[in-house]
């Protein structure tokens, strides 16, 4: 799942571990695995200090090019222009681009260009502090909409953008940033589609080779370039940015798989950062990347799934949709049966209803908008449903769509060595989804790619660093957040030295910032004064969302529609 779902270096590791195999039939024997039981297929206990593996990793032909990189990027500077209209941002806004090696072990080799914005600093020239980039998650997230955060947004992003210039950029592969492929957008978003809870034998058959297919698509797409797109790449990227900037020093804001490219960056480049702030962080163990994530997100979004289950029912006077969870969920799986029986307005299948529904699990502000939605299509009026479900018929809605997706698959299957047998697959997601059916299914569909994966993978970086190595860190998590569980931010908290940890204790919404008034002011203390708490802070859960139904329900669902 896109993270909604997370690497470990030495001067190998970044380089392709090993080739993968061939893919398995998808209608015949399982393959050769090409994992051990630790999914992220870590080949063992690292030996020697600490600064033994710290000098590893920032060593070798990848650093030498990520400095001579950042040196070519530091002179040529980035060129700002008007945004071309494929990006849609208005003035002030300005656009550029930012070369960087494909494969940083050979710097003067074949380069792509990355789609960079902007929007300088609205205070005084006093208060100004440089860049400050942004990644939204992923993988496959386009940060280029950041720059009107602050106008647009207002909040706490209206008194940061007072002393920091916003960037935002696109990541390798992603929009217009060597655009990554692996199917025609019509038939990847074609609809309507079933999702079923216990998929059959022959449904598993056809899943498979559906993966198969989109695996070697990518394959043809990009050819050896394919292996290029690991988080180690993506933070030697933003280094080369950051020098295109004139910056010494890098401020970033990651959130979700931003926070791993982050934590990443603060690996490989510990003197280079000067604010760091993750929020809703991912866990960077190397055993949990990627595989084991994914399948730690299903419990996750099924106890998330229960919490607006209660909401909902705690209002069966605004909606009537039944006062136990227990009833709330026949509501929903009456709609979910008809939509397998005969699609809704003939383009809604269950597994569009579950996307639709999928977004509560990211964010409270959707949950009205939701319930208002199955209520109303209960009483006859399908109108609302069938506009929150409905997949854009826009064609750049689509392409936008695939390459996401395409970027999500070439991050995850290339960062690490993922089970090449189907038997641990279907094992492992058939014993999940026992008790945590609503999002396993669907999650391992979309991650079953990277079982026929064609191209190399790396091993996963051991992201850590030693005391006095980084400048205060600030990390913000919620208890209850699904996409990134809790203890993802409590493992980096204790990998980065000196890290702080700030928890919206109860709470579930996915990214905090801009949503608790407690996490706003820390936020705001960091970024403009340098100052942590200390090891960390308490804030108290944002309040329930209010009960509304009918138009302004549906207008909340659109504008709070989270990024995955």
Sequence with gaps: MVVGGVLALTAASVA??????????????????????????????????????????????????????????????????????????????????????????????EKIKLTVSRTAATGPKGKRQGPLLYNPGGPGGSGMTFPLFGAGIGGVWKKLHESYDFVGYAPRGV??????????????TKGPSDSPLHP??????????????????CARAQGDRLRHYTTPDNARDLDVVRAALGAKKLNFFGVSYGTYIGS???????????????????????????????????????????DWKKWVASHHSVYKLGKSPRAVQRAYDAVRDAADRSPLGARIGSKELYEAYLDVGYDDSVWAGQASALSAFRKGRPKELLTLASSSSDKEAAV????????????????????????????????????????????AWMNLPCAYWRSAHARPLDVRTAPGELPPVLLLAATRDAATPYGGAQETHRRLAGSSLVTERGAGTHGVTGGNKCADAHLRTYLLEGKTPGDGAECAGRPAPEPVAGAKAAKRTRAGSPEK
Aim: hydrophobic share 35%; proline share 10%.
């Design 200 to 217: 059959s034998a022959a449904y598993k058959r056809k899943m498979r080779g559906k993966a198969a297919a989109y695996a070697s698509g």
């Design 175 to 188: 929009g217009r940033s060597a655009p990554l492929s692996c199917q025609d957008p019509k038939k990847f």
């Design 16 to 109: 392709p571990a090993t080739a993968s195999p061939a893919p398995p039939s998808p209608e015949g024997a399982p393959g050769a695995s090409g994992a051990s039981d630790a999914p992220g297929g870590l080949p063992g206990t690292l030996s020697g200090t600490l600064d033994d593996v710290l000098s590893g990793v920032r060593a070798g032909p990848e650093a030498r090019g990520a400095a001579k990189a950042a040196r070519a990027a530091a002179s040529a500077g980035v060129d700002w222009k008007k945004c071309p209209p494929v990006e849609k941002l208005p003035a002030p806004v300005r656009c550029g681009t930012v070369s960087v090696p494909v494969d940083y072990a050979e710097p003067d080799g």
């Design 400 to 443: 936008e769509e695939e390459n996401g997706n395409a970027v999500y698959n070439a991050v995850q299957c290339s960062d690490a060595a993922w089970p090449r047998d189907w038997s641990r697959w279907d094992r492992d997601n058939t014993a999940l989804a026992r008790k945590a059916p609503f999002n396993t299914w669907e999650n």
């Design 264 to 306: 990443v960056y603060a690996t490989l480049f510990p003197s280079h950062v000067r604010r760091l702030v993750l929020d809703s962080v991912v866990d960077p163990r190397a055993e949990k990347v990627w595989y084991r994530a994914n399948l730690e997100q299903n419990p996750a979004f099924e106890r998330r799934w229960n």
